[in-house]
């Protein structure tokens, strides 16, 4: 019983602390949305070391995470990670240096690679 009692202990540690970890990683997130559908979502990490794109509706509309990090020269470059695969599983990610995290983000979305509808610039 003693063992039973420690293994559920650690196992309901272990998963509390998933939890925690995976709510303080996952800081910004923003859905976007186009004629009447919820057409993916984009965000980033809140240490700004990850950033994603994912198209979640199967309609030929894409979503683009355009993000903004600081470069190796010390001044602020734009680039872009995008997602057009619809509902099929994955979603575009960037990795980024912890010398260089992203700094805000935006997420669009539209067809064939154009942004007809974007959210807000978000600031990590």
């Known amino acids: 019983m003693r063992n ?3 293994v559920l202990l650690t196992a309901v540690t272990a998963t509390i602390a ?3 970890t995976t709510a303080i990683a996952s800081a910004s ?5 186009a004629e009447g ?10 240490d700004g070391l990850r950033v994603y794109a994912c198209d979640t ?6 979503v683009r995470t355009h993000y903004t990090y600081r470069n ?3 001044g602020v470059a734009t680039r872009t990670v ?8 994955g979603c575009g990610e960037q990795n980024m240096a912890a010398s260089a995290p992203a700094l805000s983000y935006q997420v669009c979305t ?8 974007c959210g807000p610039w978000t600031r990590l």
């Not at 539209?110 to 509808?117: I, L, S």
């Open 57 to 62: 509706f199967g309609d030929n509309w894409g």
């Open 4 to 6: 039973t009692s420690r």
């Open 37 to 46: 559908h919820e057409r993916g979502l984009g965000g980033a990490d809140a």
């Open 110 to 117: 539209g067809k064939a690679g154009a942004d007809t509808v």
């Open 82 to 89: 995008s997602d057009a695969n619809g509902v099929t599983a």
């Open 29 to 33: 997130e923003y859905p976007v949305h």
């Open 72 to 74: 190796n020269t010390g």
């Open 18 to 20: 998933l939890l925690l």
